[in-house]
C-alpha cells in the first residue's frame, strides 16, 4: 500500500452505497453507481455522493454559461481595424476552446474544507472544489479551483502531520466524467488510522491503453515539489524507472504556464524528449491539462540546421560530443581575424580621410577581446572605423553626425576592411571545412585534441559541399554550436529535458543556449543511460547545460515507483552493480508483486516461443509491449505476422483492439506496457558498442512493464540475470 501520512477511511454510509472495492489491505472505498435515466420505482435516500454530483452538475452548467458568455462577444465596436480584430477573434476561440468541458473526465477530483470555518456538523466550511480548471458561478464565486492555484497546493501537501489547515480531504473515484466514489481523510483527526489511498491505488494499478495520461487527481507530495517548484531556478531530477519523472515534468510546465502565463507566452516553452514515437506517446497529457500551446522537439531537430544523412562510429560520436570541441570551435570560428595590413582611405567629396593601420589594429583587437558573437562584432566593427574617421573630420571643423557615420561605414574602403579582418563565417562551412582538412584541424584543435582523435573525426572522403556532405547527428550539434558563436540563439523562458541521462556535453550546450535567459526542468537516470557518452553525474550535466554555478539549479530524487511491480523490479535491479553502482534500487508502491516469468527454449524454437508468450499476454487486460534486440525486430515482425498476430509500432496509438506493439529496444525507453514479452536479453546486450551500454539498454527494456514481465531467450542470460 502506498505509504500515505494522512489516514484514508470511507466516511459514507447509507443507502444505495456499494462498497464495491477492498484493497488487498482491506481498505474499502465506497461507490455509489451513477444515476440512471429510467429511474426506477425505489428511490434511494440521498447520500453524499448524491451531493457531490449536484455539485459536479452545477460546475457544468456554470462552465456552459462561461463559454455561451465569451461566445456572445461581440468584438466589432472594440477593435480599430482589421488585425487587431483578427488578434482578439482568434484569442477569443482560444478562450472558447479552453472553455470547453471534456465528457470523459469530471471537473473536479478532490475537495478540501478548511479547518477554521468548518460548521459544526463539519459540512459546509470553508470548502475548495479541486479540478483541471477554474469554473466560477454567475457571480463569481469560484465552483472549482484550478489545481494550480495556491489554494489547491494543500490537496496535494497536507498530511496528518502537517494538516495545513486543511481538515478534510476528500478524493473522488470517477468513471468517464461520472463520480462513482469518495475518499475522506480527516486530517485533523488523532483517532483515525493512518493508512493508504485506495483511489490512489486503484489509479496506478488500471490497465494501460492508449497515450500516457494526466496524474493531475494524483500527485504525490515528493512529486508536487519538483511541480511547483519556482520559475526562476532550473531543478534536475534523478528518479528510477517509473518514478513518474516525465509525467512530473509535464505537470511542471502546464504549473508554470498557469503562474507565469504571460511572461512564457512571450517567452516560449519547450519539451524535449529522445525520439518522435516518445513525443507521441506523450503528447496529449498537456493538452488534457488545457495547455495546447506547448512545442516539443528531439534533441536532433532542434539542431536541424543540416540534413542529417549519416552516422558516425562511437568513437568519433563521442570526440565530437566532448566538450572539447567547443574550445575547438571557438577558435575556428575566430581564425580568420586578421590584423589590417594597411591604413583605410575614406573619400568624401573633396576630402579623404585617413585611418592608420595601427589603429584600425587597437579598434579589431578591442572586439575581438569582447565577449561578443562573432557576427555581431563583425556588425560593430564597420561603425566602429567609420567611428575614427569621424573623430578626424570633428577635428577638422566638420560637425557630422549618425546619418555620415553610417555612410562612411557603407563605404567600400571600410567594408573592405571588414572584408579583410572579420571574414564572414558559415558555421555549416567552417564544420566542414574542420572535419575535412587535416591542418586547419590540427590547427585549432593543438593542445585540445590529441593527433589520434583528430584523425578519429576527419572524414575519410571529405564531401564537396554542406549540401551533399552525410551529415551525423553529433556533426549537426556541431554547426549548431558554430551557428551560436556567430549568432546568438534565442532562448526559451522554460525547456523540459527528458531523459536527459543520454546527452553529449554538446547536446548538453546546444540545450543550454535555448534556455540561457529561462530555466530547466531536467529529468533522467543515469543507470538508464545507454549512450557511450550517457553522462555519469547530473552535476556534470548541469554546468554543460550552463546551469551549474551555485545557487542556479537543484538535484531531486524521486523514490517511489508508480511502474514496475515489485518482483519486476527487483529482478531488473540485479543490473545495477554493474550499471551504476552508486544508485539505489528503485521502490515499488504497487501492491501488486507483478508475473515475472523467464523462460528457455532451444534457439531454433525461439520465435515460435516470443509469439506464444505475445498470446498468452493478450489474454490479459491492456497494452502488450514485445521487446527485442533492434536487429531481431524484423524476424520477429515475421513471426508475429505468421502467426496470425498484428502489431504496431511505437508511438501508434494502443487501443482495445490494438494492443500489442513490437517495440525495438532503442525505442523502448519512456514507454511502458501492461505486459512486457522480452526477447533474448543477451541479443539486446550484444547490439550495443560495449557491454555496459548494453546492459543498461536490458535495464531499460525490463523495467517497461507495468503488471507482468516474459523473458524468453535461447542463449543463456547476460551475467547479473544468470545468477
Ligand atoms: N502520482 C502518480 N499517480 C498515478 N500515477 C502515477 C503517478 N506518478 C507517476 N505515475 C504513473 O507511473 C507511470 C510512470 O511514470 P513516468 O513515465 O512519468 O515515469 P518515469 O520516471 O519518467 O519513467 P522512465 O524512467 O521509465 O522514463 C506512468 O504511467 C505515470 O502515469
Request: hydrophobic letters at 40%; glycine letters at 8%.
Amino acid at each position: 500500500m502506498l505509504p500515505c501520512s494522512a489516514s484514508t477511511r470511507a466516511a459514507v454510509t447509507g443507502a444505495g452505497l456499494e462498497p464495491s472495492g477492498r484493497q488487498p489491505d482491506g481498505v474499502p472505498f465506497l461507490t455509489h453507481p451513477p444515476p440512471t435515466s429510467d429511474g426506477g420505482s425505489a428511490v434511494p435516500a440521498r447520500t453524499p455522493l448524491d451531493d457531490e454530483r449536484d455539485h459536479l452538475a452545477a460546475s457544468r452548467a456554470a462552465l456552459r454559461a462561461m463559454r455561451s458568455d465569451v461566445e456572445a462577444l461581440d468584438i466589432s465596436d472594440v477593435t480599430a481595424n482589421w488585425v487587431n480584430a483578427e488578434v482578439l477573434a482568434s484569442e477569443i476561440a482560444a478562450r472558447i476552446r479552453s472553455l470547453a468541458d471534456l465528457a470523459g473526465t469530471p471537473l473536479f477530483f478532490g475537495r478540501l474544507d478548511y479547518e477554521e470555518s468548518l460548521d459544526e456538523d463539519g459540512e459546509s466550511g470553508h470548502r475548495f472544489y479541486i479540478g483541471r480548471r477554474h469554473v466560477h458561478d454567475a457571480s463569481g464565486d469560484p465552483m472549482v479551483i484550478d489545481w494550480r492555484a495556491p489554494v489547491s497546493q494543500p490537496f496535494y501537501r497536507a498530511s496528518k502531520r502537517d494538516p495545513l489547515g486543511v481538515a478534510l480531504r476528500r478524493r473522488f473515484g470517477y468513471e468517464g466524467g461520472d463520480l462513482t466514489a469518495y475518499e475522506d481523510e480527516h486530517l485533523t483527526d488523532p483517532a483515525e488510522a493512518a493508512t493508504g489511498s485506495a483511489l490512489l491505488q486503484r489509479e496506478i494499478e488500471r490497465p494501460r491503453v492508449g497515450p500516457m495520461r494526466d496524474i493531475v487527481a494524483t500527485i504525490q507530495p515528493e512529486q508536487d515539489e519538483i511541480v511547483r517548484a519556482g520559475l526562476g531556478g532550473t531543478v534536475c531530477v534523478q528518479g528510477a524507472p517509473g518514478t513518474g519523472k516525465t509525467a512530473v515534468g509535464l505537470h511542471r510546465v502546464a504549473y508554470l504556464l498557469y503562474t507565469h502565463r504571460e511572461r512564457l507566452a512571450r517567452s516560449g516553452t519547450l519539451v524535449i524528449g529522445p525520439n518522435r514515437s516518445f513525443l507521441r506517446y506523450i503528447e496529449q497529457v498537456l493538452p488534457a491539462l488545457g495547455e495546447m500551446e506547448v512545442k516539443q522537439a528531439t534533441v536532433d531537430e532542434l539542431v536541424a540546421r543540416v540534413e542529417v544523412r549519416g552516422a558516425d562510429g562511437a568513437e568519433a560520436a563521442r570526440i565530437k560530443g566532448d566538450a572539447r570541441m567547443a574550445e575547438v570551435l571557438r577558435r575556428a570560428v575566430r581564425s580568420g581575424v586578421r590584423m589590417p595590413s594597411e591604413p583605410v582611405m575614406v573619400v568624401r567629396g573633396s576630402r579623404r580621410w585617413r585611418v592608420p593601420a595601427h589603429e584600425l589594429e587597437e579598434i579589431v583587437r578591442e572586439l575581438a577581446s569582447r565577449d561578443l558573437r562573432y557576427g555581431s562584432a563583425r556588425e560593430a566593427l564597420p561603425q566602429r572605423v567609420a567611428h575614427a574617421v569621424l573623430v578626424r573630420m570633428e577635428q577638422a571643423g566638420e560637425a557630422p553626425d549618425d546619418r555620415v557615420q553610417n555612410a562612411v561605414a557603407r563605404t567600400p574602403a571600410v567594408k573592405a576592411v571588414v572584408k579583410e579582418c572579420w571574414p564572414q563565417v558559415d558555421p555549416a562551412k567552417l564544420v566542414l571545412r574542420l572535419l575535412s582538412d587535416a591542418d586547419f584541424l590540427a590547427e585549432q584543435a593543438e593542445g585540445i585534441l590529441t593527433p589520434d582523435e583528430q584523425k578519429a573525426i576527419l572524414w575519410e572522403r571529405p564531401p564537396r559541399s554542406v549540401k551533399s556532405a552525410r551529415w551525423s547527428p553529433a556533426d549537426a550539434v556541431l554547426v549548431d554550436e558554430a551557428h551560436d558563436l556567430v549568432e546568438r540563439t534565442g532562448s526559451l523562458g522554460h525547456v523540459v529535458l527528458d531523459e536527459a541521462q543520454d546527452l553529449s556535453p554538446m547536446q548538453y550546450r546546444a540545450v543550454g543556449r535555448r534556455c540561457s535567459t529561462g530555466s530547466a526542468t531536467i529529468l533522467g537516470d543515469i543507470a538508464q543511460g545507454t549512450t557511450p557518452w550517457a553522462t555519469e553525474s547530473w552535476a556534470a550535466a548541469l554546468a554543460h547545460l550552463g546551469k551549474g554555478r551555485a545557487g542556479e539549479a537543484v538535484i531531486e530524487e524521486l523514490t517511489q515507483g508508480f511502474r514496475v511491480p515489485r518482483d519486476v523490479i527487483a529482478y531488473a535491479s540485479r543490473l545495477l552493480p554493474a550499471i551504476a553502482p552508486e544508485l539505489n534500487e528503485a521502490t515499488s508502491i504497487r501492491e501488486s508483486a507483478g508475473s515475472l516469468a523467464i523462460g528457455r527454449v532451444a534457439r531454433d524454437d525461439l520465435d515460435e516461443a516470443v509469439v506464444l508468450a505475445c498470446r498468452t499476454a493478450l489474454e490479459n487486460e491492456g497494452s502488450i509491449g514485445l521487446i527485442a534486440a533492434d536487429a531481431r525486430v524484423p524476424a520477429l515482425a515475421a513471426a508475429l505476422a505468421a502467426g496470425g498476430l498484428s502489431h504496431l509500432a511505437p508511438g501508434d496509438e494502443t487501443s482495445r483492439e490494438a494492443r500489442l506493439t513490437l517495440v525495438p529496444a532503442s525505442l523502448a525507453k519512456g514507454l511502458e506496457y501492461d505486459h512486457v514479452v522480452l526477447d533474448e536479453p543477451a541479443a539486446v546486450v550484444s547490439g550495443e558498442p560495449d557491454e555496459r551500454t548494453g546492459l543498461r539498454r536490458l535495464y531499460v527494456a525490463l523495467t517497461r512493464a507495468v503488471s507482468g514481465l516474459a523473458v524468453v531467450h535461447a542463449a543463456p542470460l547476460p551475467g547479473p540475470l544468470a545468477d
